[in-house]
């Protein structure tokens, strides 16, 4: 008998017919799960259903191993689409770039993925350019208590900077849909 199935090994010593059931249930769990694994399409939640009876059966060994690690990545790939799903859509550029960087991690790649990467670049662009708003705000505050104070071209150019911000919000605003 294998020695490295605790089940084959208590059913060897102990003799139980308990044991012995143990090591058929065992035995086909394991089967399952390779099989399940092997499937063109994986059907995660029979996988899971899977995993908790070997959990269950106290069952450890490459197979199951496997099992989990499949189902470990299958979840973080779904989280890291629908986080980065719900970035594009609230416009949030930390999230999107954590994502991102999950999806890169896993080694993932898709047609969503290129999407969400290029609205990056947008958000990336309207968060620069919101900066120079800033900027350009702060320097007005200092010049209007300064003895020259505020002139027309400091106005003008803090004009173009928001008409800027805004043409590149409108040109985007539909870009939140993936």
Known sequence: MDDSNPFKKRAEEEGSM????????????????HEAMKAPVVDYEALQEMCNAAT??????????????????????NDSSVKMQKAVTERDLSSLNESL??????????????????????????????????AATQTLGV????????????????????????????SNAGRQDM
């Open 18 to 33: 308990e044991e012995l059931c143990a090591l058929k249930d065992g035995e086909s769990i394991e089967k399952s799960l």
């Open 101 to 134: 960087n999950t999806a890169t991690a896993l080694g993932l790649s898709s047609p969503e993925i290129d999407e969400a990467t290029k609205f990056r670049e947008v958000l990336t662009r309207e968060e620069e350019c919101f900066s120079q708003i800033k």
């Open 56 to 77: 269950e059966a106290r069952l450890t060994g490459d197979t199951v191993t496997q099992a989990q690690k499949m189902l470990a990545r299958h979840v973080n790939i």
């Open 143 to 170: 010049k209007r208590t300064s003895a020259v104070g505020i002139v027309e071209t400091d106005v003008v150019s803090l004009e173009a900077k928001l008409e800027e911000f805004k043409a590149l919000v409108e």
